[in-house]
């Protein structure tokens, strides 16, 4: 189970929202390219002013407003007949690109190392592609974890908390980079095999 399994129940609280935006004509792909740029503008942020620890107090809002965002462009296409094959493209490659902008600044962040944290942002874009990968393969977009665009976004989000109110950063947080980055791996197999599971049953 990943966080991505409460995503219904956050699509619930939002769904007033969503119809009052449809309402005013705001469409699924422009929500998206905000949720971009904002990302790459937190992002640029966070690597420029990464010696001000209390910056990195705005990862964890962004996350949470990227999370809605991403949901509301969902519904909105979904529920609001604005699917398109633009989309779909801008869907995908908007979340890869995010991710690398959101997480890329903890290169600049004691005790982490700058190749684990570059190796955890390719695996984190390698996963997502290797989920997307589901229908051209017949099968489903695949989000299955343990480390999913969600449960990245919880870490990376209390992770920011935590540097952003001046908690200490001890040594041995050097390793959570590895961990993840092994927990990517095991992702990105688990969204492989179950997808050609899926297929063949």
Same mark, same amino acid.
């Given at each position: 189970? $990943?966080?991505?399994?409460? /995503?219904?129940?956050?699509?619930?609280?939002? @769904?007033p929202?969503?119809?009052? %935006?449809?309402?005013l004509?705001? $469409?699924?792909?422009?929500? $998206?390219? !905000?949720?971009?740029?904002?990302?790459?503008?937190?992002?640029?942020?966070?690597?420029?002013? +990464? +010696?001000?620890?209390?910056?990195?107090?705005?990862?964890? *809002?962004?996350?949470?407003?990227?999370?809605? %965002?991403?949901?509301?462009?969902?519904?909105?296409?979904?529920?609001?007949?604005?699917k398109? /094959?633009?989309?779909?493209?801008?869907?995908?490659?908007?979340? *890869?690109? =995010?991710d690398?902008?959101?997480?890329?600044?903890? +290169?600049?962040?004691?005790?982490? =190392?700058?190749?684990?944290?570059? %190796?955890?942002?390719?695996? =984190?874009?390698?996963?997502?592609?290797?989920?997307?990968?589901?229908? &051209?393969?017949?099968?489903?977009?695949r989000?299955?974890?343990?480390?999913? /665009?969600?449960? @990245? !976004?919880? *870490?990376?989000?209390?992770?920011?908390?935590?540097?952003?109110?001046?908690?200490a950063?001890?040594?041995?947080l050097?390793? %959570?980079?590895?961990? &993840?980055?092994?927990?990517?791996?095991? $992702?990105?197999?688990?969204?492989?095999?179950?997808?050609? !599971?899926?297929? /063949?049953?």
């Amino acid at each position: 189970m $990943t966080l991505y399994d409460l /995503k219904p129940k956050f699509q619930a609280l939002l @769904r007033p929202l969503v119809g009052v %935006l449809a309402g005013l004509g705001v $469409t699924a792909n422009q929500v $998206t390219l !905000a949720a971009l740029a904002g990302s790459i503008l937190a992002g640029l942020l966070l690597s420029h002013f +990464a +010696a001000a620890t209390a910056i990195f107090l705005l990862l964890p *809002v962004w996350l949470f407003l990227r999370m809605a %965002l991403n949901a509301i462009d969902g519904m909105l296409a979904r529920e609001f007949n604005q699917k398109s /094959k633009l989309g779909a493209y801008l869907n995908e490659l908007s979340d *890869v690109v =995010s991710d690398a902008a959101l997480y890329a600044p903890f +290169a600049l962040v004691a005790p982490f =190392s700058a190749g684990w944290v570059m %190796l955890m942002v390719g695996l =984190s874009g390698l996963s997502e592609f290797a989920g997307a990968l589901g229908p &051209m393969a017949g099968a489903s977009r695949r989000y299955d974890g343990p480390l999913g /665009k969600s449960d @990245r !976004a919880l *870490v990376f989000g209390a992770l920011g908390l935590w540097i952003g109110i001046g908690g200490a950063m001890p040594g041995w947080l050097a390793w %959570l980079m590895p961990v &993840m980055a092994l927990l990517l791996a095991v $992702t990105i197999v688990n969204r492989v095999r179950r997808g050609v !599971a899926e297929v /063949k049953a």
